[in-house]
T-cell receptor, first 114, second 114 residues
Framework: AQSVTQPDIHITVSEGASLELRCNYS??????LFWYVQSPGQGLQLLLK??????LVQGIKGFEAEFKRSQSSFNLRKPSVHWSDAAEYFC????????????FGKGTTLSVSS | DTAVSQTPKYLVTQMGNDKSIKCEQN?????MYWYKQDSKKFLKIMFS???????INETVPNRFSPKSPDKAHLNLHINSLELGDSAVYFC?????????????FGPGTRLTVL
């Protein structure tokens, strides 16, 4: 069965520091992978997605993620974190009919300290 | 504004009551979804409709009944509410069932069952 693991429940980084959020997936075929961000009290917004091709994908707000098939990972990175990046981050894998159903990890809460 | 909207934003009710949550999208999308986010922020797909037809029905109690009167609307009716139904419910839409299409999420409805 498909699953997504986000090993870090809560991460705190200093403003201006680099960030890496970890995501591991379990999926039989080539996965469709996504990172979403949820700001407090808000819905989810897509940061980036990977389907095929270049394993380093660029997203919005300066985020990028790298797909590593050998490690079943899709880690999210940002070189310099801003206070406004504090939010909940969800990794997801597309499954089911044409990959429609999103299976989410349990999320990582990012806090940014000044 | 083009978006996915949900009403109400907050819903507080007693056990045993019946309630509905409405969702509308004006993005011209064919596919709509309902997700449930529990108190630990875990997100799980409940239902998916494509062009008013049910295509995903996860293991959800039959007290939950989605209804899609047209492509732009997917409402969620819940009978005999239980304490465990307390959660945030998110509606989402995408252009089609293909995972290539981004899912756009509504702001969520926080349901509290007393």
């Amino acid at each position: 069965a498909q699953s997504v693991t986000q090993p870090d429940i809560h991460i705190t980084v200093s403003e201006g520091a680099s960030l890496e959020l970890r995501c591991n997936y379990s999926y039989g075929a080539t996965p469709y992978l996504f990172w979403y961000v949820q700001s407090p009290g808000q819905g989810l917004q897509l940061l980036l997605k990977y389907f095929s091709g270049d394993t380093l994908v660029q997203g919005i707000k300066g985020f990028e993620a790298e797909f590593k098939r050998s490690q079943s990972s899709f880690n999210l990175r940002k070189p310099s974190v801003h206070w406004s990046d504090a939010a909940e981050y969800f990794c997801a894998v597309g499954a089911g009919q044409a990959g429609t159903a999103l299976i989410f990890g349990k999320g990582t809460t990012l806090s940014v300290s000044s | 504004d083009t978006a996915v909207s949900q009403t109400p934003k907050y819903l507080v009710t007693q056990m045993g009551n019946d309630k509905s949550i409405k969702c509308e999208q004006n993005l011209g999308h064919d596919t709509m979804y309902w997700y449930k986010q529990d108190s630990k922020k875990f997100l799980k797909i409940m239902f998916s409709y494509n062009n008013k037809e049910l295509i995903i029905n996860e293991t959800v109690p039959n007290r939950f009944s989605p209804k899609s009167p047209d492509k732009a609307h997917l409402n969620l009716h819940i009978n005999s509410l239980e304490l465990g139904d307390s959660a945030v419910y998110f509606c989402a839409s995408s252009l089609s069932t293909s995972a290539y299409n981004e899912q756009f999420f509504g702001p969520g409805t926080r349901l509290t069952v007393l």
